[in-house]
């Protein structure tokens, strides 16, 4: 069974930074796309961040280059270095992976992590 599990969430000021991350229970992770997504009320889970097997990232227009993707394929784990947060940024966050095509959304969720931006 995959298990993801986010941590680093929380509430944050204006202009503040948080670093989430998610441990993936998945065997030959390096093999897969990993990526953030975030959900805020009323909307869809829409794609923030996702990096490849080869460390290729994407980034939606609305977080580069404040936010930061990075992965640790031998500690299982996908961070989600996040700067200079806005009150849009708030939403639950969730990790993803289980892809191989860069960089579509896999099965594997995880639970979601809070983050809210505000003053």
């Known amino acids: 069974q995959v298990e993801l599990v986010e941590s680093g969430g929380g509430l944050v000021q204006p202009g503040g930074s948080l670093r989430l991350s998610c441990l993936a229970s998945?065997?030959?992770?390096?093999?897969?796309?990993m990526g953030w997504y975030r959900q805020a009320p009323g909307k869809g889970r829409d794609l923030v961040a996702a990096?490849?097997?080869?460390?290729?990232?994407y980034y939606a227009d609305s977080v580069k280059g404040r936010f930061t993707i990075s992965r640790d394929n031998t500690k299982k784990m996908v961070y989600l270095e996040m700067n200079s947060l806005k009150p849009e940024d708030t939403a639950v966050y969730y990790c993803n992976t289980g892809a191989t095509v860069a960089f579509a959304r896999g099965p594997y969720w995880g639970q979601g992590t809070q983050v809210t931006v505000s003053s």
């Open positions: 998945l065997n030959s992770l390096s093999s897969y796309i």
């Open positions: 990096i490849a097997t080869g460390g290729a990232t």
